[in-house]
Every structure is written in C-alpha cells, then in structure tokens.
C-alpha cells in the first residue's frame, strides 16, 4: 500500500474553509484514494473516496490532481464539531487484498 | 440499522484475566475488522474476516489474542491472559466488499489492564 504523509495538526477558525493536504507519492494505477474522520471516543466515520479529479458530498470536497501523488480534503465552513482527527488512507478502491493502513492523521482544532 | 455494536464499551481488569470483546456487524456486510487504537500505536489493524472466514490475522499482536466469527452476525476478540501493554481501544468494523471505503466502525471497547 501507498505510504501517505499528511500535517499532524492544524487549527482553524469557525467559518473558515481549511483544507488538509496528503502526500501519497507511490500511489499505483489502481488505488483510490480515501478520508476518514474520527471524534474523541468514536470509531473512524467514512468521509470521502476519490480516483482522480474532484469529488464533493455534503461533507468534504476532495481534489486530486493529474498525476495522483496527493490529494486535498476541503471542508468549507467549518464549525466547532469538525474538530476530529482526520485520516488519508490509499489502496484499491474495489476488489483484491486491501490492508488498511491509518497513519498518525491530521488532528484539527476550530477554534471559536 | 443499529450499526455495528460492540460490548462492553468499558472493560478494567487486573493482570492475567481472560478478557472477551464482542461485536455485532451491520447486517448483509460480509467483512469484519478488529482494530486496536493506542497513543503510541494510532490505529491498527488486528484481524479481518470474510463470510466467517479469517482472511488476515498478521496483526494480531501475539498467541495471547484469538478472535473467532461462528457466524455472519457475532465475533468475538478474546485476550487470555491480559496484560497492562493492552490497554487500548478496539475497534470492530464491518462492510459490504472489500472496498477502502466505507468501513463502519462502532463505538469501541476501551479496555483497562491493571
């Protein structure tokens, strides 16, 4: 699996979009790309997945550019309860073996 | 649907106790992951199961840990004997294929090792 790199930490502002950035330099041709979220006290929670180009849901946005070696997760707007520990994981999007990796993660606080 | 449910979401016990940690997947999901979150550690994985079937245990840390699926709706993470380097907090999760995304976790289990 692809190592993935990403800030440790990061703090923000209520209203502010803040955008974490993942390095994932060895990403192969069929790896997807994915975000996860976890709360103090909570098990991780599925934010987004992409390939490639852009992605947006009602949570995040995901950018990913041409040559896949990183990828940013946008949260726009954020509010006091998007402080969480965010994860970038790479692997295979759909079939085969897939190991789950969770690296230290991005632990973002927005602050008043 | 309820999610994935976990019990006891607390557990302290002293040394050398047997410990048994359970989970409840969402129903139709035919995979099931054990994972252990630590300070030192992060979040790692310890065993996955497909249909019932153990796939990967590589990460399971020692003998002294075991997990078992007798069936599409119940597993079990049993620790004999316990001891204070695992105290942590497992983690159950479940999904429908294989896929990266989209594992639901549940709440956790923390677990006290005294």
């Known amino acids: 699996l692809a190592k993935t790199t990403q800030p440790i930490s990061m703090d923000s502002y209520e209203g502010q979009e803040v955008n974490i950035t993942c390095s994932h330099n060895?990403?192969?041709?069929?790896?997807?790309i994915t975000w996860y979220q976890q709360f103090p006290s909570q098990g991780p929670r599925f934010i987004i997945q992409?390939?490639?180009t852009k992605v947006t849901n009602e949570v995040a946005s995901l950018f990913i550019p041409a040559d896949r070696k990183s990828s940013t997760l946008s949260l726009p707007r954020v509010s006091l309860s998007d402080t969480a520990v965010y994860y970038c994981?790479?692997?295979?999007?759909?079939?085969?073996?897939?190991?789950?990796?969770f690296g230290a993660g991005t632990r973002l606080a927005v602050h008043p | 649907d309820a999610g994935v449910i976990q019990s006891p979401r607390h557990e302290v016990t002293e040394m050398g106790q047997e410990v048994t940690l359970r989970c409840k997947p969402i129903?139709?999901?035919?995979?099931l992951f054990w994972y252990r979150q630590t300070m030192m550690r992060g979040l790692e994985l310890l065993i996955y199961f497909n249909n019932n079937v153990p796939i990967d245990d590589s990460g399971m840390p020692e003998d002294r840990f075991s997990a078992k699926m007798p069936n599409a709706s119940f597993s079990t993470l049993k620790i004999q004997p316990s001891e204070p380097r695992d105290s942590a907090v497992y983690f159950c999760a479940s999904s429908f294929g294989i896929a990266l995304g989209e594992q639901y976790f549940g709440p956790g289990t923390r677990l006290t090792v005294t």
């Open positions: 992409g390939y490639k």
């Open positions: 994981l790479v692997g295979r999007g759909s079939g085969g073996y897939n190991k789950l990796i």
């Open positions: 129903s139709g999901h035919d995979y």
């Open positions: 060895n990403i192969a041709t069929n790896d997807y």
